[in-house]
Nanobody, 115 residues
Framework: QVQLVESGGGLVHSGGSLRLSCATS????????MGWFRQAPGEQHKLVATITNRDNTNYADSVKGRFTISRDSAKNTVYLQMNSLKREDTAVYYCRFAADRGVYWGQGTQVTVSS
């Protein structure tokens, strides 16, 4: 059973930074893609950033230049460093890992950016 455990969300002022973590007990090389999605109230899940097992990254236009996704294979953890946060970044953030055998989601962590 693959479990993803997120941490690092919270309340931050506009312009501030947060780092989200998504940890799993499964070797990261089991997944071909790892990423972060977010869901604001009344909206669908939206892709934020993804990283492949070859370290290819992809970002939503709205976060390019501000967010950085990375992974630490030794810790089986994927990170999302979020800088220059804006109010519109407020959402529940979910990590999502994809493997040949299925897709797995974390439980979500709330990020709230105040003005």
């Amino acid at each position: 059973q693959v479990q993803l455990v997120e941490s690092g969300g919270g309340l931050v002022h506009s312009g501030g930074s947060l780092r989200l973590s998504c940890a799993t007990s499964t070797n990261l090389f089991s997944f071909y893609s790892m990423g972060w999605f977010r869901q604001a109230p009344g909206e669908q899940h939206k892709l934020v950033a993804t990283i492949t097992n070859r370290d290819n990254t992809n970002y939503a236009d709205s976060v390019k230049g501000r967010f950085t996704i990375s992974r630490d294979s030794a810790k089986n953890t994927v990170y999302l460093q979020m800088n220059s946060l804006k109010r519109e970044d407020t959402a529940v953030y979910y990590c999502r890992f994809a493997a040949d055998r299925g897709v797995y989601w974390g439980q979500g962590t709330q990020v709230t950016v105040s003005s």
